[in-house]
């Protein structure tokens, strides 16, 4: 497997900070950045993710990829059905990781 690209391992790093209970999603972690798509974001997580929290990282409908939902509730995450309530517990990439 080839090393992250110096990008990849911005994304990596952000999508390590995100605390328990928090999530974002794949365009939030592009737009933090500054650079880069939601796309993008999905891309180096299906390569890398595995290296960091990945549950944490979610679509924009609040969705999260398959085997992640039971892993966020247990993190205190609120969802309804299948959905993360972003509205509680998305993070702004600002605030205090270890609140």
């Known amino acids: 497997m ?3 690209t110096p990008y ?3 994304v990596l790093d952000l999508v390590a900070r995100i ?3 928090k999530v ?3 365009g939030d972690v592009a ?3 500054g650079s880069g798509s939601a796309r993008t974001v999905g891309m180096v997580m299906a390569k890398h993710g595995h ?3 990945w549950q944490r990282v979610l679509r924009s409908s609040g969705v999260p990829y398959d ?3 039971p892993l966020l509730v247990a993190e205190g995450c609120p969802v309804r059905g299948e ?3 972003l509205a509680e517990c998305r993070w702004d990439g600002m605030s205090d990781a270890r609140g």
């Open 2 to 4: 080839e090393p992250p």
């Open 8 to 10: 990849a391992l911005s």
């Open 19 to 21: 605390p328990r209970g």
């Open 24 to 26: 974002m999603t794949y």
């Open 31 to 33: 737009e933090y950045l």
């Open 51 to 53: 290296e960091v929290p």
């Open 67 to 69: 085997g992640g939902l």
């Open 83 to 85: 959905r993360v309530v």
